[in-house]
């Protein structure tokens, strides 16, 4: 017994690493660039974080928080947005468990009966999932990947129909590492306003960027609404905590409607983790130098991988500013053993024990490409690089 709506649910980051498990049983070593989180290789939580999670436990902070978070939490989260220039209250922030909560309660509330969410394509497979769980259609709109991946705001407009309910947007960007220019975030903007649509804007990677610096989108929008969704997992580290939250920016009172809806959807499901939001008071008040040093390992990671990809044959890569992905482009001229990415991808892990995600997991867009991320050590890296040349000659 099975519904239909979580039968077709699919999520080819952690599909591909069942294959993994497989081949990891025969004894061969499996190096895993499928899934991008940074605390599963070498950047681990700061200590100062972990005390005080466990320093709150003690404490006795186990209980039910009130359902759109910690109020303190939420005061440090409205000075952080402050400092990108936004004016948000506490009362227009809710604490989610993860991004993914976040996009859940806002999708479960503005999606049904054939409504259209517009998505980046390629696209993280979690808007598409939940876009269709909730009886809608995701409509992808393409990144343009001759112009490094940054949206193509004709394909954009071309697709606004009258059933679509919000743009969303994701920069820097998965499974690209595109950071979205201003001009470009301005023009989404511009047409969310001409055809009166909010918009969503996954910040996640926000802290993750490289060459150029990151916009804030809301920072950009006079009057459109926006729906922000941020988080703690990967900026501080603590990924498996379910850490996050979602603001809004909305200076004409446009989503008042949305916001009773999500504050239900939140009391509905009673709180996210409390310790981990007190934890999180102390993580907004204190410098993040484990940011920085991340970024600047990953800027390390970043240009030794983008060098090694783009001298092997069959590949060409747009080099990332954002994130922590590549997203190289398979050329099935040269490639011809393989019909396509996922073919070749499943036969690269079994054949070499890398493993990397296959490019139609994200989406129509992603067709012919493969993701992987540069979390790694670079002489892990290095084994990988050599590993992938040598398979695909
Ligand atoms: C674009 C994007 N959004 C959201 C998430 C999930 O974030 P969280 O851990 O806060 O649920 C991820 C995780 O990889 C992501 O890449």
């Not at 991004?99 to 999708?107: K, S, Y």
């Not at 193509?152 to 994701?170: F, G, P, S, V, Y």
């Not at 079994?350 to 994200?362: A, I």
């Amino acid at each position: 017994m099975l519904t239909n709506r979580v039968k077709g649910v699919e999520y080819a980051i952690r599909e591909i690493a069942a294959v993994a498990q497989e081949v990891a049983k025969t004894g061969k070593t499996v190096y895993h660039l499928n899934i991008g989180d940074p605390v599963t290789y070498d950047f681990q939580t700061p200590e100062f974080i972990s005390d005080a999670l466990s320093a709150y436990s003690r404490k006795g902070k186990n209980f039910y928080a009130n359902s759109l978070g910690v109020i303190e939490l939420r005061e440090e989260i409205s000075k952080l947005l402050k400092r990108q220039n936004l004016n948000v209250s506490t009362d227009e922030i809710v604490v989610t468990s993860g991004v993914t909560e976040g996009i859940n309660f806002v999708i479960s509330s503005i999606i049904e009966n054939g409504k259209e969410l517009l998505i980046p394509g390629p696209s993280y497979p979690l808007y598409i999932n939940y876009t269709k769980f909730y009886d809608g259609k995701p409509v992808e709109y393409e990144l343009d990947e001759q112009q490094d991946w940054e949206p193509n705001i004709e394909d954009l407009r071309k697709k606004i129909t009258k059933k679509t309910q919000a743009i969303l947007i994701c920069s820097p960007n998965n499974p690209t590492g595109v950071l979205y220019g201003e001009k470009k975030i301005k023009e989404i903007i511009d047409l969310a306003g001409e055809y009166n649509l909010p918009i969503l804007s996954d910040e996640i990677y926000d802290q993750i960027t490289y060459e150029k610096p990151y916009v804030c989108p809301a920072s950009l929008a006079k009057d459109v609404p926006i729906i922000g969704l941020n988080g703690f997992s990967k900026t501080h580290l603590v990924t498996g905590w379910r850490l996050g939250y979602l603001y809004y920016h909305d200076p004409e009172n446009k989503l008042e409607e949305l916001k009773n809806g999500i504050a239900k959807m939140a009391r509905a499901r009673l709180s996210a983790s409390s310790i981990a939001q007190f934890a999180a008071i102390d993580i907004l008040r204190t410098p993040s130098s484990h940011t920085i040093d991340m970024v600047r390992k990953l800027k390390e990671r970043r240009d030794y991988s983008y060098n090694r990809l783009r001298k092997i044959e069959g590949i060409t890569c747009v080099k990332p500013n954002g994130a922590f992905y590549l997203f190289p482009k398979l050329d099935f001229e040269e490639l011809k053993k393989w019909k396509d990415d996922k073919e070749l991808v499943v036969d690269l892990l079994k054949e070499t024990g890398v493993c990397l995600v296959y490019g139609s997991g994200f989406g129509e867009y992603g067709k012919g490409h493969m993701r992987l991320t540069f979390l790694p050590e670079q002489k892990i890296l290095e084994k990988v690089y050599n590993l992938i040349e040598e398979f695909l000659k």
